[in-house]
């Protein structure tokens, strides 16, 4: 039980550091208001779940076998990066948040559930974060690896869903405290776009450990 504790607490400590999933969250609520950055946390939810069975298979083994695997994913979670953030640059100042321009509402669901998705699939450092910590906690001569391996992805994939939306939820009243507000609306889409750019770059030198 203990070491369980250690473990939702360092995954705590991840997820409090700024990086591209806690920017698409808030500027999806600021945006898109609510039920959208929702949306993009189950996406993030499903990437992580994905992640832990990928960790689970070894792919992290295969990253170190074959780096151009690595430069492969890495290269693709830059470009989708680089993507979202010019959109969010060249998007309409007027924000579609919930009860506003609700044609097709399930459409944009289902577009915020994939933005979510792909931007944590991508980044091959998520990845390795859970090929690099659920071993840690692995007990030996207890149950089976496999089900130690799928107890801590569902504690990892619960913590991170808990924690992706309360900045989902914060994202939603933020954009509803700048609803009224052109230019913080304008500094809010510049500062998170440009924030995604930048995760973007720093993501073409990362190297693996």
């Given at each position: 039980?203990?070491?369980?504790?250690?473990?939702?607490?360092?995954?705590?400590?991840?997820?409090?550091?700024?990086?591209?999933?806690?920017?698409?969250?808030?500027?999806?609520?600021?945006?898109?208001?609510?039920?959208?950055?929702?949306?993009?946390?189950?996406?993030?939810?499903?990437?992580?779940?994905?992640?832990?069975?990928?960790?689970?298979?070894?792919?992290?083994?295969?990253?170190?076998?074959?780096?151009?695997?690595?430069?492969?994913?890495?290269?693709?979670?830059?470009?989708?990066?680089?993507?979202?953030?010019?959109?969010?640059?060249?998007?309409?100042?007027?924000?579609?948040?919930?009860?506003?321009?609700n044609a097709r509402p399930e459409g944009r669901w289902r577009e915020a559930i994939r933005r979510g998705l792909?931007?944590?699939?991508?980044?091959?450092?998520?990845?390795?974060?859970?090929?690099?910590?659920?071993?840690?906690?692995?007990?030996?001569?207890?149950?089976?690896?496999?089900?130690?391996?799928?107890?801590?992805?569902?504690?990892?994939?619960?913590?991170?869903?808990?924690?992706?939306?309360?900045?989902?939820?914060?994202?939603?009243?933020?954009?509803?405290?700048?609803?009224?507000?052109?230019?913080?609306?304008?500094?809010?889409?510049?500062?998170?776009?440009?924030?995604?750019?930048?995760?973007?770059?720093?993501?073409?030198?990362?190297?693996?450990?």
């Amino acid at each position: 039980m203990a070491s369980l504790w250690l473990f939702v607490l360092a995954l705590a400590v991840v997820l409090l550091l700024p990086g591209p999933d806690m920017i698409l969250l808030l500027q999806t609520g600021a945006r898109q208001g609510r039920r959208a950055a929702l949306a993009t946390a189950l996406g993030l939810a499903i990437a992580r779940a994905c992640h832990v069975a990928l960790a689970a298979l070894g792919l992290a083994a295969l990253f170190k076998a074959a780096p151009w695997t690595f430069d492969v994913v890495r290269m693709a979670g830059a470009a989708y990066l680089l993507w979202i953030g010019i959109q969010c640059l060249r998007s309409s100042l007027v924000p579609s948040l919930d009860g506003q321009n609700n044609a097709r509402p399930e459409g944009r669901w289902r577009e915020a559930i994939r933005r979510g998705l792909l931007t944590n699939l991508l980044n091959p450092k998520a990845l390795l974060f859970c090929s690099v910590l659920l071993p840690q906690f692995i007990v030996d001569h207890g149950a089976p690896v496999l089900s130690q391996f799928a107890m801590l992805g569902l504690v990892l994939v619960g913590v991170g869903l808990l924690f992706d939306s309360v900045l989902a939820l914060t994202g939603a009243a933020l954009g509803r405290w700048l609803q009224h507000s052109p230019t913080a609306q304008r500094v809010q889409q510049w500062l998170f776009g440009g924030l995604l750019i930048g995760f973007a770059v720093r993501l073409t030198f990362v190297q693996q450990a």
